[in-house]
């Protein structure tokens, strides 16, 4: 008999981040600037595998992996903004 699991990651929906943002269309979505400039990354690198650092300088951490391999970085930011930094 398979369990369902409810989630207890945060959903990450925090509405203040969009302060003071323009909007656009029928669902009033935010607008994203286009960057001055563009920095294109040589690799991504999985949040799970850049928190052990094993990563390059060259390389994005992309968070595209189950929700539970960066759960760690939703609940406390502020622990990986030095790791952040270096990437």
Do not use: W
């Not at 563009?38 to 650092?53: E, M, Q, T």
Request: hydrophobic share 35%; proline share 7%; glycine share 4%.
């Amino acid at each position: 008999m398979k369990i369902n699991k409810k989630s207890i990651i945060d959903d990450g929906c925090t509405p203040e981040l969009v302060r003071g943002c323009h909007f656009d269309g029928y669902l009033d979505i935010p607008i994203i600037q286009k960057p001055k400039i563009l920095d294109i990354p040589k690799g991504l690198i999985p949040f799970s595998i850049a928190k052990k650092n094993i990563c390059h300088f060259d390389e994005y951490v992309c968070f595209y992996e189950m929700d539970e391999k960066f759960s760690d970085v939703l609940r406390n930011p502020a622990n990986y903004i030095e790791l952040f930094k270096k990437v």
